[in-house]
């Protein structure tokens, strides 16, 4: 259809929308403009998830094996041991997954709409047919749309057309029977805006859409697994086969040695079920979980479960300056014309006819729109801020465009750094342009003084440069307003301009910047700024907010596309294309870097994937960027990136905490029953102890580490390697010590109780139970840093490690005191003397950890100290 006779046919208005009376009668009969998402994952899914587990297939293997040789307290015990274990992953893996739902739900896409006269932000699931919707580069498009006005507009339909080159769209008919790829007047649902902008009527949404009718395209696929849980994943695979092996070796060795057939195959599931550390699937899952959903609480929603990972190893972070590290609050505070500077306070720009010519630019050559009040509008800040300036000086858009239509629109390009736009003006056109200083200038020929117009000379460029960095020695953005007239509405825009001024438009740097920048500085963490904006400009705001120091280099994008020597003193990369700052994330990476990238625009999309955390703006941030990007900002603040790297770094800690402490105290049951074997002991703990032990020590003080809020001074120690293992050489040794301990404990108390309290032989293996469970739960006050106080620390401070003892106490003691809970366990009442002998045997590898910690925390400084001597 010709683009006239569209709006009639969905009964709206190019000039006012739909009202929103009428927006609401059509969402009735319409529904909201959603495509039937993939159905949450079910709760028998997560409940089978549960079993398919190699730690599962080994538990029902030694339970089915107790069945078999009459068992059955030992069988029973098994399938106990896997209900708990499945019920407790099955919840947790069901909060965990609905918690991810929910945190999908924070990234709903906008739209800019016009509705009842004034250009809306609202939700794209609120759009109905008839509504007129603006999109410009970076956005998705919501819904399938006829155009009625389009600038040098592009958009991907690959998704869609399987074409990789972007698709040209303009307002014009096509023939009915055009195909797909064909439709250069429509843009369809979900695909992307990649250059220029356009304004288009709603002609179908939800199912209704192109997309909608082969919704197979865009069903998501399966759920991402982290490289981390991917190591957890491949650490119990590898523990399984480990304890399968030495399970066989064990009970060859005492078959051949004329051991009895069943007590060796007691001793095999004692063993199996010792080894394996139920819990750490279900702790892992609520660890990743929760941190990202405390994340999302603190505006950082993570889009990809590697980046929690990755987060923690983040040693360089490239910021944008705009709305990141300034507050993105725009307000102009200085005009400078060719007759001089204009005068600008508080309220408002000079009405004189310079300052009228100037700003009538700026309010035409512009893509936002303003509301009722006086902070309402959408759009860029910046142009908001320039349809304020005009407003004060008495330049209603609106009105102006009612004398001054708009027939043309050459959207902003990265290439030409301009914008510009057409009007009718009598016979001929008059042309509105605004952008960078140095390209407006670069295409000017002339300058306007008043109403008269000379020819632009050497001197006269070379005035405009120096006021153009005085202005940004002041921290301002400097933007450059030009005209011309001209006799064909499709003549070139961006050449033979009369250049009318500048305007200087102040951006207040955040407050909490100059904090977040020295966390980093501690924690190991550069910071480079990278900006289009002009060199003299952030140069002063990175003084200003203590990123830079007057010394410090200041690169122009010209040579930001390598590394020059001495990039080590670079705190700003200024004017950067899109193509170089992919070159720096690159030329940063191949240095070693685990580089962090802020970005807003669909030109900062493929920086944004290259980086190793891809980080987009939530607010200001296009469609195209936040889909590139790994985390999205949901405030669009500096200190959010700072606050989402403590938090990742917490999470790798507690999920290395919580490990080692799953694999300690479950060598020492390994320990403890293979040495009993090997040296012909009777069992010192029996196989159904063993898996009630499990239950209580591999998840309770498990989930209470990995609940733990991290150390005050996490950001105060340099980023790990991302190579680096959950578990390296240190923690191995300190969990084969810890093992150990709790080993010796454990036969000690042993020794002890039979030879020289004699106790019975059900009394014994209760003191062997009792010293081995509460030594593992004590072993949860080993699990501090080496650097923490011995009282006062990571861990005695987290109240649910508390919560967790006491819990475990109760369940420990309980059984002995239940007679027909104890005879199933095998328990028998101790006296005084046999829980004073379990209380210091259990407490014994705990002061003999935190002794050896204390001598290597005062050996290591003496070390240090003679090095350095």
Partial sequence: MPVGDVPGRFGTSLHAGLTGAEARRRLSWAGRNVIAPKEPTGALVLFLHQLASPVVYLLAAAGGLALYFGDWREAVAVVAVLAVNTGLGFFTELRAVRSVEGLRALGTHSSRVRR??????????????????LVEGGDAVPADIRLVEASNLGADE???TGESVPANK??????????????????????????GSGTGIVVATGAETELGGVSRLVEQAEPERSPLERRLEHLSRQMVWLVLMVVVLLAGVGVATGKDLRLMTEASIALAVAAIPEGLPIVATLTLARGMWRMACRNALIQRLSAVETLGATTLILTDKTGTLTENRMTVRHLSSP????????GGCDASSE?????????LCNDAALGAGVREGSGD????????AGRSAGLDRDALLHEWPKVKKHAFEADTRMMATV??????YWVAVKGAPEAVLAASRRTGVGECDRLLDHNDRDLWRRRVEELGARGLRVIACAEKMADDRDIHPFEDLTFLGLVGLEDPAREDVPAALAACRAAGIRVVMVTGDHAITARSIACAIGLAQPEDRVVEGATAGGLPNGHEDIAVFARVSPVEKLALVRAYQDMGEVVAMTGDGVNDAPALRQADIGVAMGLR??????????MVLLDDAFPTIVGAIREGRIIFDNIRRFVAYLLACNLSEVMVVGLAVVSTLPLPILPLQILYLNVVTDVFPAFALALGEGRDDILQRPPRDPKEPILGRDQWGRIVLHAGAMTASTFGALAVAELWLAFDRASIVTVTFLTLAFAQLWQVFNMRASASKSCRNEVTRNPWIWAALLLCTALLVGPTYLPSVGTVLGFAPLGWNGWALVLSASLAPLLAVQFATLVAGAIKPSAREGRSV
Avoid: K, N, W
């Fill in 621 to 630: 941030g296009t469609d195209v960027a936040r889909e590139a990007a790994a």
């Fill in 116 to 133: 009842d006269g004034y250009v809306r932000v609202l939700a794209a699931e609120d759009l109905v047919p008839g509504d007129i919707v």
């Fill in 170 to 195: 303009s307002a014009d008919p096509v023939a009915p029977d055009a195909l797909l790829a064909e439709r250069s007047s429509m843009l369809f649902r979900g695909t992307l805006i990649t250059r």
């Fill in 423 to 428: 009007h009718p003006s009598g016979p001929r």
């Fill in 158 to 160: 690959s998704m869609l």
């Fill in 355 to 363: 300052a009228q010519r100037l700003l009538r630019v700026a309010v």
């Fill in 339 to 346: 007759s001089g500077d204009l005068p600008v306070s508080e």
């Fill in 381 to 388: 800040p910046m142009e908001q801020a320039l349809l304020r």
